[in-house]
Nanobody, 124 residues
Framework: QVQLVESGGGLVQAGGSLRLSCVTS????????LGWFRQAPGKEREFVAA????????VYADSVKGRFTISRDNAKNTVYLQMNSLKPEDTAVYYC?????????????????WGQGTQVTVSS
């Protein structure tokens, strides 16, 4: 059984920073592509960022480009999302997602493995 566990969410003022972490564990399934998605109240879950196995390819949503950075440490089975210059509209539950294919994807339906989410709240 594959598990993805997020941590690092919390309450922060606008302009502040947070770093989310997601640890993958379970049977020997390599999450070759890892991504972050978010879901605000009353809205659909949306793509935030994704990273390839080697880390050489990263993709970002336009709304977070230049403010968020995704990275990974394969030795620790962990993916990170550094979030800077946070805005109230970044408030959402943030989910880690994984897939076994090498191709980086920004489509929710292409990720079979999901974490339970971590709440990020940005106050104005």
């Amino acid at each position: 059984q594959v598990q993805l566990v997020e941590s690092g969410g919390g309450l922060v003022q606008a302009g502040g920073s947070l770093r989310l972490s997601c640890v993958t564990s379970g049977r020997a399934v390599s999450m070759r592509t890892l991504g972050w998605f978010r879901q605000a109240p009353g809205k659909e879950r949306e793509f935030v960022a994704a990273i390839s196995w080697s880390g050489s390819t990263t993709v970002y949503a336009d709304s977070v480009k230049g403010r968020f950075t995704i990275s990974r440490d394969n030795a620790k089975n962990t993916v990170y999302l550094q979030m800077n210059s946070l805005k109230p509209e970044d408030t959402a539950v943030y989910y880690c997602a994984g897939r076994q294919l090498y191709t980086v994807s920004k489509y929710r339906s292409e990720y079979p493995y999901w974490g339970q989410g971590t709440q990020v709240t940005v106050s104005s």
